[in-house]
């Protein structure tokens, strides 16, 4: 299978490719986001894990803890800093959160919600519209 997405990190060093079509994508304001962006969320693709590889370089991982136990890995370049991809081994060990500034094309991406709207700034307004989950969704 041809892959359908491709993107990497700032500096080339990380390589990665999915086969399959996101399951969904978020704007994500939970805390980690805010952290490892810099800003007030993170926009996120989640892909099936399966469908998804490291092509070139191997990121480094940060492990931290979520509120389903087994915590989660966010996967960044050693070399730029850039974030990836986030694993949640807790509560969706299938899916592969894709941060979507990290695909060579993130035009086509088609946010459908926010999420963790529980740890949303103050000034960080939400006005598209979308559904808004304190969480992640039921
Ligand atoms: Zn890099
Ligand atoms: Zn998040």
Not at 22 to 47: E, W
Not at 98 to 110: M, P, R, T
Request: hydrophobic letters at 30%.
């Amino acid at each position: 299978m041809s892959a359908l997405l491709e993107g990497g990190c700032a500096c080339g060093q990380i390589r990665y490719e999915c086969t399959a079509e996101p399951l969904f994508t978020a704007h994500c304001h939970c805390r980690d986001c805010q952290q490892a962006s810099g800003g007030g969320m993170a926009t996120v693709s989640g892909v099936p894990s399966a469908a998804f590889r490291v092509t070139k370089g191997t990121p480094k991982s940060f492990h931290y803890a979520g509120n389903s136990g087994k915590g989660l890995d966010r996967n960044f370049c050693p070399n730029c800093g850039a974030r990836l991809y986030t694993n949640n081994l807790g509560a969706l060990p299938d899916v592969t959160f894709i941060a979507v500034g990290s695909l060579d094309d993130s035009s086509k991406v088609n946010p459908t919600m926010h999420i963790f709207t529980a740890s949303a700034q103050p000034w960080d307004k939400i006005t598209d519209g979308l559904p808004q989950y304190p969480g992640m969704p039921g």
